[in-house]
């Protein structure tokens, strides 16, 4: 019914860049709040970036000053614009969207919010 698909992965060599996206696709009512999430081998999930519908901004520290998000609302797609790559930045990164649906059961029908999570997409920063 909602999903959020990455795409943009790949390799990169320390010090370049690359652009990830994210696109929204399925019944909602309301598209809200989008991020992006970043989980290495071994270690835990951390926030990337996330952002409202209205373009306000939230950068994990390992990616404040490098990397920017931003947003399409008219696509429902999210971007990611990463820049001076380090070898730590490898890692799966996920897409995250906060979603209000319309539930029509039990009657009567209501607003239900929603967190969707995409399948991930790679990307390995090396030499």
């Known amino acids: 019914q909602v999903q959020v698909v990455e795409s943009g992965g790949g390799l990169v060599q320390p010090g370049g860049s690359l652009r990830l996206s994210c696109a929204a696709s399925?019944?909602?009512?309301?598209?809200?709040?989008m991020g992006w999430y970043r989980q290495a081998p071994g270690k835990q999930r951390e926030l990337v970036a996330n952002i409202t519908r209205g373009g306000s901004t939230i950068y994990g520290d390992s990616a404040r000053g490098r990397f920017t998000i931003s947003r399409d609302n008219a696509k429902n797609t999210i971007y990611l614009q990463m820049k001076d790559l380090e070898n730590e930045d490898t890692a799966v990164y996920y897409c995250n969207a906060d979603v209000f649906i319309i539930v029509d059961s039990p009657a009567p029908a209501h607003y239900k919010y929603l967190e969707v999570w995409g399948q991930g997409t790679l990307v390995t920063v090396s030499s």
């Open positions: 399925g019944n909602f009512f309301s598209l809200n709040a």
